[in-house]
């Protein structure tokens, strides 16, 4: 499987955006495609999930509200609608796949290149 994240890019404080995954490859047997950040000097964290066969969301407990996560199998692509963006949501974002149902990195497989989002104040 590989990935191929984009749509990242420099934003003010309250503004929006959207970034998109495309996959290729045998993504019909994966369970889910999610969303992870990591912040200079920070470890990378959970942002969303969504399985590829049901759509069912799974979020970060501060960020559900104003991220969401969508699909679309037919162009083998995932999203992440980022709303109110914050300076603390500055990061590398990358996309990843799974095999299991799993809000921690080790859970996935296959890492996109990820995409920087820059928050200005």
């Known amino acids: 499987v590989q990935l191929q994240a984009s749509g990242g890019g420099m934003v003010q404080a309250g503004g929006s955006l959207r970034l998109s995954c495309a996959a290729s490859?045998?993504?019909?047997?994966?369970?889910?495609l999610g969303w992870f950040r990591q912040a200079p000097g920070k470890e990378r964290e959970f942002v969303a999930a969504i399985t590829w066969s049901g759509g069912r969301t799974y979020y970060a407990d501060t960020l559900e509200g104003r991220f969401t996560i969508s699909r679309d199998r037919a162009k083998n692509s995932v999203y992440l609608r980022m709303n109110n963006l914050k300076p603390d949501d500055t990061a590398v974002y990358y996309c990843?796949?799974?095999?299991?149902?799993?809000?921690?990195?080790?859970?996935?497989?296959?890492w996109g290149q990820g995409t920087h989002l820059t928050v200005s104040s």
């Open positions: 990843a796949t799974s095999t299991v149902y799993s809000r921690r990195a080790e859970g996935y497989d296959y």
């Open positions: 490859g045998r993504t019909f047997s994966r369970y889910a």
